[in-house]
């Protein structure tokens, strides 16, 4: 998958999409092309899912990134607890207000089948369940007769990069995606009507419940539909289960973790303006939002969209009251619009915010974006089946949406690529940082930071162990010589490098919204066959190694080009994450003429941090 890596063929996907569309279009207005119809709509349905899956092998490394360790720690704990009840303990070991009981329970099923915890295994896995979700959410186009040909936006909505912090991380890929696939299979299958699905609600609510704090919300979701069906026997046992589960959750080994922020009704505008932003993050767009006193503009379309989705939510509501014959389908996409819309009320309530969500700032984790994705899919499902008795209205909004989804899919992808392989570039060098400095690349604020506790020898136990053990092997990319031999053993003084290197710094918005020294190092090399890999900063203390991650084409220069990357390679970090002092710039790449080692060619300039 190294093509995709190096060129993720993006205009060839673009390209692809409009043609299909095209094709597809046409069979409703040429008759002899009607046997195409079936055809040209399956791969406009199949394509955006193949692309997906194509980027997240090319682009995801088997590398721990934060919170895995956590997991990782966990699962060393597991595999040599001295009882059961240590045993129970870890797997149940709380992370803030979460169980992971579910992404460990996995993780030891990987273990026992290939003596492993493999991450880009896991993260697979974790986003294997976007299918379940549009597998569930196409069933309630079939119970309604609905062509599955209005089923084709779908797809465009689901698989794509507005969350791709979600897909690309371990921990968050095999918590938030399966966390709402089983809350959409509990509201299935209490949906349902019958014993069998009563008891399949109950273990996807079980299991939720244990994947991320947030599924809770099942079990009260679970017991509304059980109240408004009127299965009023069901409903005492279903309690009865949702007691028993709330105690051992908040009683077996718990400790309450209060927050320390204003409560949500002190300002109860900006948090309703809040809610309304995450319910329609799926428009929160992979740019800056520095803190300002002036309205972002695609934060403004999210408050807007999330309070459309309220409205119908409310319609959706009234329709479940007055409707004389219900089907699943109601009952199952009323039970998703309260979970997906539910997790964002407790977002904002554990998150309370003081001023408009509008003005920008650090609103939104990007793997918050998974549940915008599954709410606006959900709602698109429902908006269909309101209209699906006015043809020319449906179509009208198959059409729109169509357009919408597919445009929002093809934004993100330009977008985010970037960003995805920013990360793959970091993660591949975090052995280096550790070894050498005994901090990482992608952890921590400050050069000194100890991921992930700052504790001077849980990490190095950790990974010791891991390594050990064989749960993980996290130097596996580890080929750049030691800090104090990088320059003496790469360095190419009679072959300067050819191109241009330059490296500014601005004063930029950090974590905690003040304003901090923010470096920026670029190269452009005169050969277009040269490929950097690494900013290499070299002083008499430290041998930085930064990733040369190209950046992408103008959208005029990617159409013309027919490729995303440029010739232009960038990399950017706040000051405090390097040490200070007085360096000089070299730029490293694969070595021609030596297989597998690395060469390091100096620029003539100096770099200066202070």
């Not at 299909?20 to 040209?40: C, E, I, M, P, Y």
């Not at 949500?264 to 740019?287: E, K, T």
């Not at 390594?467 to 104090?484: A, E, T, W």
């Not at 992408?552 to 990617?558: E, G, I, K």
């Amino acid at each position: 998958m190294k093509l995709f890596l190096d060129n993720p063929h993006l205009l060839e996907y673009f390209g692809l999409v409009v043609v299909l569309l095209l094709l597809f279009g046409a069979t409703f207005f040429f008759k002899n092309l009607v046997v195409v119809r079936k055809w040209s709509g399956l791969g406009l349905i199949i394509v955006p899912i193949v692309y997906f899956y194509l980027l997240l092998d090319a682009y995801v490394l088997n590398i721990p990134l934060t919170d895995d360790f956590n997991l990782l720690e966990t699962i060393y704990d597991l595999k040599h607890a001295p009882d059961f009840l240590s045993a129970i303990k870890s797997l149940f070991e709380q992370v803030n207000q979460h169980r992971f009981a579910f992404e460990r329970i996995v993780m030891l099923l990987m273990v026992f089948f290939t003596g492993t915890v493999n991450i880009k295994l896991q993260i697979f896995l974790g986003n294997f369940f976007l299918l379940g979700i549009l597998y569930l959410l196409f069933l309630s186009f079939k119970k309604e007769n609905i062509s599955w040909y209005y089923f084709i936006p779908v797809p465009y909505m689901i698989f794509n990069l507005i969350f791709f912090e979600n897909a690309y991380w371990g921990i968050a890929a095999l918590q938030n995606t399966p966390l709402i696939f089983f809350a959409f299979l509990s509201a299935y299958g209490l949906s349902r009507g019958d014993q069998k699905g009563w008891y399949l609600g109950l273990a996807a609510a079980l299991v939720t419940t244990f994947t991320s704090g947030s599924g809770l919300l099942t079990l009260i979701i679970g017991l509304v539909i059980l109240l408004f069906q009127k299965r009023f026997k069901l409903l005492l046992w279903w309690l009865a289960a949702m007691v028993a589960i709330i105690l051992f959750y908040f009683l077996f080994d718990y400790q309450f973790v209060s927050s320390p922020g204003e409560k949500v009704w002190v300002h109860p505008i900006f948090n309703l303006v809040s809610i309304f932003g995450f319910w329609g993050n799926a428009l929160y767009l992979d740019v800056r939002h520095p803190l300002v006193s002036s309205f972002h503009t695609d934060l403004i379309w999210c408050v807007v969209l999330g309070a459309g989705i309220g409205v119908l939510f409310a319609g959706w509501l009234f329709r479940i009251l007055i409707k004389k014959k219900l089907l699943w389908s109601d009952w199952f996409l009323w039970g998703a619009l309260m979970f997906a819309m539910g997790t964002g009320a407790m977002f904002v309530i554990s998150r309370p915010i003081n001023n408009y969500l509008m003005y920008g700032g650090n609103v939104f984790s990007r793997r918050y974006m998974t549940f915008g994705i599954a709410l606006l899919a959900t709602v698109y499902v429902c908006l269909v089946i309101l209209v699906k008795d006015f043809r020319s209205l449906k179509r009208i909004v198959a059409g729109i949406a169509m357009l919408a989804f597919m445009g929002l899919n093809f934004v993100s992808y330009y977008l985010s690529i970037f960003q995805i392989r920013k990360l793959h570039d970091e993660l591949a060098i975090d052995s280096y940082y550790w070894n050498n400095y005994n901090t990482f690349l992608t952890v921590g604020e400050k050069f000194s930071d100890i991921p992930f506790w700052n504790h001077p020898t849980r990490m190095r136990d950790l990974i010791k162990n891991l390594q050990s053990s064989g749960l993980s092997d996290f130097y596996q990319n580890y080929s750049i010589p030691d800090h104090q031999k990088l320059i003496s053993e790469t360095g190419k003084v009679s072959q300067p490098f050819k191109g241009e290197f330059d490296a500014k710094f601005q004063y930029r918005n950090g974590e905690s919204n003040l304003p901090a020294k923010y470096f920026k190092f670029q190269v452009i090399p005169d050969e277009e066959n040269f490929k950097p890999s690494y900013f290499v900063l070299a002083s008499k203390q430290h041998t930085i190694v930064l990733p040369a991650v190209p950046v992408a084409n103008s959208p005029q220069d990617f159409l013309k080009k027919a490729t995303y990357y440029s010739n232009n390679y960038q990399y950017s970090l706040y000051k405090i994450k390097l040490p200070a002092g007085t360096y000089d710039a070299w730029i490293m790449s694969p070595d021609p003429q030596r297989p597998g080692k690395w060469q390091s060619l100096p620029t003539g300039k100096k770099v200066l941090f202070y």
